[in-house]
């Protein structure tokens, strides 16, 4: 597994690999202010596929997802392969297969060394995976259609799958069963809130995002934000299509609705109106949104390929970044938008390739964005 030293590289340290990279929060580490840092942020070490036979093409990453501890990344790839990479020292670290069951979002659980993942082919089960040894832990079987999301709990081993068979499914990661669903209509995208105490589904055919108590899911959900009526005047193409990433801030104040349209949607947690627009001035990624298929089948193009999601709060909760068909952006979400409540992105990190996945670890200053080629970003010192 090859990685291409970038334009800002730094001097090998004594274990010879070691990225500039320092913590966000906690830890004996130095730290530095996401703030001062934000927009100097650079494309520092590219890693390209080089185990593969002559003339096969470059697999598209499909996913991207650091374990608790911010140690990791690991990415799900359209070759049906799972790849970890050691974050501090900048190498890769893992590879494995899953050539019979295929793989797409793959999710670290709370031990680094399990993880689980939606199948592609064969069946829709969810799988279990330990990854010291690569044998299945356990199989979660039910689900009737296609997984489009899979929500980790914060603070246990439950997790929620969506699918295109119109359920929600509640899991245990101690037991096969599913401890309960909910019937709704293309729940695509669901997302735990940082306490693990409220849950959202976004349901894009209806143009809603719905919010429950964990506790309580069977019950009816207590509140719904309506996207049509919060969103018409900013971007009417993607009201009920297009929708790509849910997800809280760590804050829980704020819900991020991914679009591969003209922008993301920042909404208000507790009160379900519309924050900002995050406008994307060149417009989304070529990757296709959950749930939606390519009308030239599958190929190597990545616009046959669906989105695990462009876009992400950082960890301080202020910032969103996405990646673009070229280009990252950054939007500060203390910015006033305009007066009809759209937000300019207030930098642009440049880069040549498109970031069509995107995701920042959770403990340091550093963030991967993804097409064909991994690319790791840590902030410039000398910026």
Known sequence: MASTPMDLDRPAASNGSSLNIQRTIGGTAPTSNLSDVISTFRPTKLFRREDLKAGWPQPHVLSIDYDDEGQLVMVSSSDETIQIYNVKEGRHEKS?????????????????SSIIYASTKQNDAIRYLATHDNSFIRYFEGHEGTVTNLAVHPGSDNFISCSQDNTVRFWDTQTKNCRGQLFL???????????????AVACPSSGTVLLYDARNYDKAPFATVDIVEQCRRVDSQCLVKGWTKLEFSNDGKSLLLGTQGNGHLLLDAFEGTMKA?????????????IGETSSTG?????????????CCFAPDGRYVLSGSKKDVLVWDTLASPSDNKVLEPSWTLPDKREAAVL??????????????????????PHA
């Open 96 to 112: 494995l297969v899953s050539k019979k069951y295929g793989v797409k979002l793959a999710k670290f659980t709370h031990t680094s």
């Open 277 to 289: 627009y995050l406008h994307k001035p060149s417009g989304g990624t070529r990757r296709l949104a």
């Open 359 to 380: 995701g920042f670890n959770p403990r340091y200053n550093f963030f991967a964005t993804a097409d064909q080629d991994l690319i790791f970003w840590v902030p410039d």
């Open 185 to 199: 209509r293309s729940p695509c995208l669901a997302a735990y809130d940082p306490s693990g105490t409220v849950f």
């Open 298 to 310: 599958a190929g190597s193009d990545s616009s046959s390929l669906e989105s695990s999601g462009d």
